[in-house]
């Protein structure tokens, strides 16, 4: 947690002082939530994949929200739903709807709309 504070600049006490954390609204220090979405990629990754790509590129996300904190320590997974496929140039642009859940249970932890370009 400590370098990702670094890398970002964000220390806020929620995610870097566990007794201060212990006394907040999750019990505990909880995980960035832009260190959530950074997993996207390898998550995505053990869920499909496409033969023949010469190259993919993260193209950005339509939309993302938190809806719940990730419990320092805890395990995530995720599951996706592709919601379009469009030739673009030499590309095929994938959008899907990724889901990433704890192993707290409840609500989700990230809900993103990402949108990828694969390159044939």
């Known amino acids: 947690m400590d370098l990702f504070a670094d890398a970002t600049d964000d220390h806020q006490w929620i995610h870097l002082d566990p007794e201060r954390a212990a ?50 320590g805890g ?12 030739a673009v140039g030499d590309a095929v642009q994938v959008v899907a709807t990724v889901t990433v859940d704890s192993d707290a249970g409840g609500k989700p932890v990230c809900v993103a709309e990402t949108v990828g370009r694969l390159h044939v």
Do not use: C, D, Q
């Not at 395990?75 to 469009?86: F, K, L, M, P």
């Open 75 to 86: 395990a995530v997974r995720a599951t996706a739903t592709i919601n379009e496929v469009t």
């Open 23 to 72: 006394a907040g609204p999750y019990g505990g220090t909880v995980a960035h939530g832009y260190l959530t979405l950074s997993l996207l990629p390898v998550l995505v990754s053990r869920l499909y994949g496409v033969e023949g790509v010469r190259m993919g590129v993260n193209y950005g996300l339509n939309r993302v929200r938190f809806p719940a904190p990730v419990r320092v």
